[in-house]
């Protein structure tokens, strides 16, 4: 079967190339007009611009590259399944919702509030995004190179891998499950809160109050200076290469580190025997002093 080809056309009218199967467009502008290519299959997409809502839903195997997603064309890809979209311009919200096996590379996502949602099987690489609440309920993600300013990202994600990635985002990676974070930098309030199987291999982390409520928490070869009241509630194997400004109140477990500056271990709280410290403690407390 022979494949349709579309070359520099502008269509303005909604629904132009719907359920269309096996087409190449090339150079083409979606303007005015919802839902361009809804419905279509096996397609490839290469430059122009989509202007406007709704362009891919309810797609399956469809290629892009080079194509700009203007701010309007916002709930833009949804639904759709088998994607592989790269070096665009994505300037508008809420992309990317319900897709399964969709593999994003050299993306730059301006306003990426509401982005990557409920998503399955996602490959991300050399990704640049600003926006709240990136990445909330997806699964089975590999991560390779994002640089993500936006906070409460990947909120109840399960079976996620991060590396070389650069992370500015308060209450990071809640409520998540199986989290591999390898040689990044994490800063944001609030770290993982409420999560369970956590491991963070070569990376440096700032965050108040930071790895809390975790249910196994491993970290291997990270620096946490900038981080303080670290560890409540979890239970944590912790292997920390410079100091912690504070540890509060752990579950159990090990935290091996030069120097912990402040160690506050509650009675009242928690079963101290069940967590052992090897670390240079500047200040021991029974109780939270309320001092941050």
């Excluded at 500015?168 to 993982?192: F, P, T």
């Amino acid at each position: 079967m022979s494949r349709k080809v579309i070359t520099g056309e502008l269509f303005e009218e909604e629904r132009p190339l719907f359920a269309e199967k096996s087409i190449d467009v090339t150079d083409c502008t979606f303007d005015v007009g919802e839902s361009p290519l809804k419905e279509v299959s096996d397609v490839n997409v290469r430059g122009g611009a989509f202007k406007w809502k709704y362009p891919l839903w309810y797609a399956k195997d469809v290629d892009v590259e080079g194509t700009y997603f203007g701010e309007m064309a916002r709930a833009g890809v949804w639904y759709s399944n088998n994607l592989s979209i790269r070096k665009c311009q994505v300037d508008a919200p809420k992309e990317f919702r319900r897709c399964k096996n969709i593999a994003l590379s050299e993306l730059v996502i301006p306003h990426a509030e509401e982005t990557l949602w409920w998503c399955e099987d996602v490959t991300l690489n050399n990704i640049s995004a600003n926006g709240d609440y990136f990445g909330m309920g997806s699964s089975n993600l590999k991560i390779d190179n994002l640089e993500l300013i936006g906070n409460y990202s990947f909120d109840g994600c399960r079976n996620i891998e991060i590396s070389n990635s650069r992370l500015m985002s308060k209450d990071c990676v809640w409520n998540a499950e199986n989290v591999i974070i390898r040689d990044s930098y994490i800063e944001g309030e609030y770290l993982a809160w409420n999560s369970k199987n956590v491991t963070l291999i070569n990376c440096e982390i700032k965050s108040l109050q930071g790895l809390c409520y975790i249910d196994g928490l491993k970290l291997i070869n990270c620096k946490l200076s900038g981080t303080s009241l670290a560890f409540e509630y979890s239970t944590v194997d912790a292997e920390i290469t410079d100091k912690i400004d504070s540890v509060m109140n752990p579950f159990g477990g090990k935290i091996k580190a030069p120097v912990i500056d402040k160690l506050i271990m509650d009675k009242s709280k928690v079963d101290v025997s069940k967590t052992i410290v090897e670390a240079e403690v500047g200040i021991k407390l029974d109780e939270f002093d309320g001092i941050i």
